[in-house]
């Protein structure tokens, strides 16, 4: 907020600087601001960045008249602007005296209703004009045009942007000249509505499309937030979102929920440590009638979730789904009554227990560094499963999406059983030891509905390849229809790409832990075994399936004789495909990677809009947990960027590319920098997800 004395800079001439300088002086001493003009300043970035990313969307329909008409609204929000610092200007020249101009800035720097009316515009253009919700609201409007709906693309934006300007104007005009010099108004001297539209923008947008709008800006934080601070009405309609997920303790310390948001909580998540129950546990639990899904978050030992604890949310009529974050375990846990559990009336469609992390725990020698449990993780694993198998098994007739780690999960007791709704499961951890027969074909036959399979499952250092399904296919084979499919070091011959993929729309063949990890740290290498695919075999294996639906293809390989082969075969035979994600290792390690030509064969995917790549560059430092990152950090980031510029700029002839991925590893994780086409409007140079965390190796 400036102060009174950026005003005068802006508005008052300098051969009356001196004549306001006591008024200055006596304003900024007592605290006085004025906040009138920077809301309109940053109007203008808002505008230019709007109108910037508007101009680049007409490459793909450049000849909407309703786009245009938008950007001609906010080219004339600036001259707006200037007209209302002219008007305040005059205003001020016009003054008799130095006491008269004393007493207009003091109501210009007390007046509610001018600052209200410049804050009510700020909230409409950057409700209607941000740049995440144009972002999100462009491929809404570019659907429009796409069905000949061309009229209704946009159409709120610009008659918001244009009602937003005409009341501030009127607004403006009846407080600047209102006969009293004091700048008060009554109620029916304030500019009314417009009638037509009767809302501006965003107040006038369809409820569906707010929610699409809503459902892609509620995981950045902050910006759902501001989507419901527009008005009254846009934060009604966000109410369910915002409260949709909640976080609360273990103890009961934030006590009951208020009344206005009790209803909209549908996910609870409790955070922190749980060293025992309480009988203060739960306490906001019959006050959520809405409550379907809870997940116990942790601390970084590993702590565990007592049984009352478990007992006391299970038992609630209408939970669906319970989850255990990353920062929860089993560490000094008294396993589940497994008798209690089958006699429990439990209805879940999700179970969801993931602790990807884990695997390293073996790995570190001294835990206690690292925020780790000091328990054996034999101990650990043993109680694990006797608390998950139980409850595991009493939701076999109901469950819809389960998630469980290898070591403790029991495939040959599940496949005992019929899961009748199983449509998504999830396999993550490592095999507790090496095997040869593949415990997956009986389970898997008895699960008719399954269309997600996830097995990302790491291999002990004496055992091979296993393949899910046999080498032979069995006779109910044809049965399986796959959506979605990740394997860890898949085998070539396994039977499981024999099943119908008619409907895949993902397919992983990846590796578990990432092979970086093996070719840079010795205990992992001489932990885990990575027979990881060559691009031979990651060919052989996509010409053994029919793939008419791909979308999404991850790759993780050795590059050999093939390697361009491959990539050939990818971007021709995919038409779908607009997503992509290699990690391609060299052979020779020696070799110089050629990545530009590398793009210059995945610029020719006309679907492609999202690309990520590990290249295993020969002055890459290596991963995380891997020698002094001090000097490699300054080394090699500026030899990124460039690399990262040069991938995008060769690939922008890809129609819909979004962006391009670089994989760059840092002390502490490895994570993907994104590189957009000059066509777009955001940051060029973004850091994005995480491919993989590893805080816990010695140096």
């Given at each position: 907020?400036?102060s009174?004395?950026?005003?005068t800079?802006?508005?008052?001439?300098?051969?009356?600087?001196?004549?306001v300088?006591?008024?200055?002086?006596?304003?900024?001493t007592?605290?006085?601001?004025?906040?009138?003009?920077?809301?309109?300043?940053?109007?203008?970035?808002?505008?230019?960045?709007?109108?910037?990313?508007?101009?680049?969307?007409?490459?793909?329909?450049?000849?909407s008249?309703?786009l245009?008409?938008?950007?001609?609204?906010?080219?004339?929000?600036?001259?707006?602007?200037?007209?209302?610092?002219?008007?305040?200007?005059?205003?001020?020249?016009?003054?008799?005296?130095?006491s008269?101009?004393?007493?207009?800035?003091?109501?210009l720097?007390?007046?509610?209703?001018?600052?209200?009316?410049?804050?009510?515009?700020?909230?409409?253009?950057?409700?209607l004009?941000?740049?995440?919700?144009?972002?999100?609201?462009?491929?809404?409007?570019?659907?429009?045009?796409?069905?000949g709906?061309?009229?209704?693309?946009?159409?709120?934006?610009r008659?918001g942007?244009?009602e937003?300007?005409?009341?501030?104007?009127?607004s403006?005009?009846?407080?600047?000249?209102?006969?009293?010099?004091?700048?008060?108004?009554?109620?029916?001297?304030?500019a009314?509505?417009?009638?037509g539209?009767?809302?501006?923008g965003?107040?006038?947008?369809?409820e569906?499309?707010?929610r699409?709008?809503a459902?892609?800006?509620r995981?950045?934080k902050?910006?759902l937030?501001?989507?419901?601070?527009?008005?009254?009405?846009?934060r009604?309609?966000?109410?369910p979102?915002?409260f949709?997920?909640?976080s609360?303790?273990?103890?009961?310390?934030?006590?009951?929920?208020?009344l206005?948001?009790?209803h909209?909580?549908?996910?609870?998540?409790?955070?922190g440590?749980?060293?025992s129950?309480r009988?203060s546990?739960?306490?906001?639990?019959?006050?959520?009638?809405?409550?379907?899904c809870i997940?116990?978050?942790?601390?970084?030992?590993?702590?565990?979730?007592p049984?009352?604890?478990?007992?006391?949310?299970?038992?609630i009529?209408?939970?669906?789904?319970?989850?255990?974050?990353?920062?929860?375990?089993?560490?000094?846990?008294?396993?589940?009554?497994?008798?209690?559990i089958?006699?429990?009336?439990?209805v879940?469609?999700?179970l969801?227990?993931?602790?990807?992390?884990?695997m390293?725990?073996?790995?570190?020698?001294?835990?206690?560094?690292?925020?780790?449990?000091v328990?054996p993780?034999?101990k650990?694993?043993?109680?694990?499963?006797?608390?998950?198998?139980?409850?595991v098994?009493?939701?076999h007739e109901?469950?819809?999406?389960l998630w469980?780690?290898?070591?403790?999960?029991?495939?040959?007791?599940?496949?005992e059983?019929?899961w009748?709704?199983?449509?998504?499961?999830?396999?993550?951890?490592?095999?507790?030891?090496?095997?040869?027969?593949?415990?997956?074909?009986?389970?898997?036959?008895?699960?008719?509905r399954?269309t997600?399979?996830s097995?990302?499952?790491?291999?002990?250092?004496h055992?091979?390849?296993?393949?899910?399904?046999?080498?032979?296919?069995?006779?109910?084979?044809?049965?399986?229809?796959?959506?979605?499919?990740?394997?860890?070091?898949?085998?070539?011959?396994?039977?499981?790409?024999?099943?119908?993929?008619?409907?895949?729309?993902?397919?992983?063949?990846?590796?578990?832990?990432?092979?970086?990890?093996h070719?840079?740290i010795?205990?992992?290498?001489k932990?885990y075994n990575?027979?990881?695919?060559?691009?031979?075999?990651?060919?052989?294996?996509?010409?053994?399936?029919?793939?008419?639906?791909?979308?999404?293809?991850?790759?993780?390989?050795?590059?050999?004789?093939?390697?361009?082969?491959?990539?050939?075969?990818?971007?021709?035979?995919?038409?779908q495909?607009?997503?992509?994600?290699l990690?391609?290792?060299r052979?020779?390690r020696?070799?110089v990677?050629?990545?530009?030509?590398?793009?210059?064969?995945l610029?020719?995917?006309?679907?492609?809009?999202?690309?990520?790549?590990?290249?295993?560059?020969?002055?890459?430092h290596?991963?995380?947990g891997?020698?002094?990152?001090?000097?490699?950090?300054?080394?090699?980031?500026?030899?990124?960027?460039?690399?990262g510029?040069e991938?995008?700029?060769?690939m922008?002839?890809?129609?819909?590319l979004?962006?391009?991925?670089?994989?760059?590893?840092?002390?502490?994780?490895?994570?993907?920098?994104?590189?957009?086409?000059?066509?777009?409007?955001?940051?060029?140079?973004?850091?994005?997800?995480?491919?993989?965390?590893?805080?816990y190796?010695?140096?």
């Amino acid at each position: 907020m400036p102060s009174l004395t950026f005003f005068t800079r802006l508005v008052v001439p300098a051969e009356h600087e001196d004549a306001v300088a006591h008024t200055t002086s006596t304003l900024t001493t007592s605290g006085e601001v004025f906040a009138s003009i920077e809301p309109l300043a940053g109007l203008a970035a808002v505008c230019t960045a709007s109108i910037e990313l508007l101009l680049r969307a007409q490459s793909v329909q450049p000849h909407s008249p309703v786009l245009v008409s938008v950007c001609d609204e906010l080219v004339k929000l600036n001259s707006v602007m200037h007209e209302v610092h002219d008007h305040v200007r005059s205003r001020i020249q016009c003054a008799s005296c130095a006491s008269e101009r004393e007493a207009l800035l003091l109501s210009l720097a007390r007046s509610e209703e001018l600052h209200e009316c410049i804050e009510q515009l700020r909230r409409d253009i950057i409700g209607l004009c941000s740049l995440p919700t144009l972002q999100l609201y462009i491929p809404y409007a570019q659907w429009l045009w796409r069905v000949g709906k061309t009229e209704r693309a946009l159409e709120p934006v610009r008659d918001g942007i244009k009602e937003a300007m005409e009341r501030f104007q009127q607004s403006t005009e009846l407080i600047l000249e209102h006969p009293s010099g004091g700048l008060a108004l009554s109620e029916d001297t304030v500019a009314p509505a417009h009638s037509g539209r009767g809302q501006s923008g965003m107040e006038s947008i369809d409820e569906d499309t707010f929610r699409l709008i809503a459902y892609e800006v509620r995981n950045t934080k902050g910006d759902l937030l501001s989507l419901s601070s527009v008005s009254r009405r846009l934060r009604g309609l966000a109410m369910p979102m915002l409260f949709a997920h909640c976080s609360t303790d273990y103890y009961g310390n934030r006590g009951v929920p208020p009344l206005t948001i009790r209803h909209f909580v549908r996910h609870l998540t409790y955070k922190g440590l749980c060293g025992s129950h309480r009988p203060s546990f739960g306490i906001e639990l019959p006050y959520l009638p809405a409550l379907s899904c809870i997940t116990f978050d942790g601390d970084d030992y590993g702590s565990g979730v007592p049984w009352p604890v478990l007992e006391r949310c299970l038992r609630i009529p209408q939970l669906r789904s319970v989850s255990w974050g990353l920062g929860a375990g089993f560490a000094a846990m008294d396993p589940y009554p497994a008798h209690v559990i089958a006699d429990m009336p439990v209805v879940l469609t999700s179970l969801h227990f993931e602790r990807p992390l884990r695997m390293w725990r073996t790995l570190v020698f001294e835990p206690d560094r690292y925020g780790l449990s000091v328990i054996p993780p034999e101990k650990e694993i043993a109680t694990e499963s006797l608390c998950m198998i139980p409850l595991v098994l009493r939701t076999h007739e109901t469950i819809e999406s389960l998630w469980l780690v290898m070591e403790s999960a029991s495939i040959e007791r599940m496949a005992e059983m019929e899961w009748p709704n199983l449509r998504e499961f999830v396999l993550s951890g490592e095999y507790p030891r090496p095997i040869t027969s593949s415990p997956f074909v009986d389970l898997l036959r008895r699960t008719p509905r399954l269309t997600t399979f996830s097995a990302s499952i790491a291999l002990p250092i004496h055992m091979d390849r296993l393949p899910i399904l046999g080498r032979s296919p069995p006779p109910w084979i044809e049965r399986l229809e796959f959506r979605s499919l990740t394997l860890s070091y898949p085998d070539p011959g396994d039977a499981i790409f024999c099943a119908n993929m008619s409907a895949l729309t993902h397919l992983s063949l990846r590796d578990s832990p990432r092979y970086y990890y093996h070719l840079a740290i010795d205990k992992v290498s001489k932990r885990y075994n990575a027979p990881i695919l060559t691009s031979s075999e990651c060919l052989r294996i996509l010409k053994r399936m029919s793939l008419p639906a791909l979308e999404s293809l991850a790759l993780s390989y050795i590059a050999d004789e093939e390697d361009q082969d491959l990539l050939h075969y990818v971007i021709d035979t995919f038409s779908q495909l607009h997503t992509l994600e290699l990690h391609r290792y060299r052979k020779d390690r020696q070799e110089v990677v050629q990545h530009a030509t590398i793009a210059r064969v995945l610029s020719r995917g006309e679907m492609l809009r999202y690309v990520f790549l590990n290249l295993d560059f020969h002055d890459d430092h290596g991963p995380p947990g891997k020698g002094n990152w001090e000097e490699p950090i300054s080394v090699f980031d500026p030899v990124h960027e460039d690399r990262g510029f040069e991938l995008v700029a060769i690939m922008e002839r890809c129609p819909r590319l979004q962006y391009v991925a670089l994989l760059r590893h840092y002390e502490l994780l490895s994570q993907w920098v994104e590189y957009h086409p000059s066509r777009c409007a955001q940051s060029r140079y973004v850091f994005a997800e995480t491919d993989s965390i590893n805080p816990y190796f010695e140096n």
